[in-house]
């Protein structure tokens, strides 16, 4: 692979690694950060690269991490407790936005990738580095958790 399809590969893919970051993050702007960070780090690695077609799960997981890292970074500078009240809080208590929040990142991760950034089970699991049946297995759970997170909001 050379610059010039890279750069290709990843103009194909940039709006699904946006909303991949999107969800990770919820900040239009932290999304834009991450995904230019990770196609920057992809750059720099792609010749370690050993299986072309495994491009798009393969810059997935270094977007990912980004985001991790992002998260990580927020927790360090600011805690929640410090957090101005503002009018954003009521847009940002979507009860699936925050029933996401509030599952275990392993299922959390599942979720994001499988419906929100259109990866098929098989891979979702590359891009985790998980056998195929933990990753399924997982999406269950996060969905039964989801369902009943989403019930019980609906009935109070």
């Known amino acids: 692979m050379n610059k010039e ?3 290709s590969r990843v103009t194909a893919i940039r709006q699904k690694l946006f909303k991949t970051a999107y969800i990770y993050l919820g900040s239009e702007s ?12 992809a750059l720099c690695g792609y ?10 799960t393969w810059i997935t997981r270094i977007l990912i991490n980004e985001c991790h890292n992002e998260l990580r970074r927020r927790k ?20 699936l936005k925050e ?12 979720v994001v990738l499988r419906f929100f950034s259109g990866c098929t089970v098989e891979e979702t699991a590359r891009v985790l580095k998980i056998p195929y049946g933990t990753a399924a297995t997982r999406q269950r759970k996060a969905l039964q958790l989801l369902r009943l997170e989403l019930s019980e909001e609906v009935s109070q």
């Open 30 to 41: 932290d999304a834009l950060d991450a995904v230019d960070e990770a196609v920057y780090k």
């Open 47 to 56: 010749k370690k690269l050993r299986q072309e077609e495994y491009f798009d």
């Open 5 to 7: 399809e890279f750069a």
């Open 99 to 110: 029933a996401l929040a509030r599952l275990p990142g392993e299922l959390r991760d599942v």
């Open 76 to 95: 360090r500078l600011v805690p929640l407790e410090d957090l101005p009240e503002t009018a954003a809080e009521d847009f940002d208590s979507l009860p």
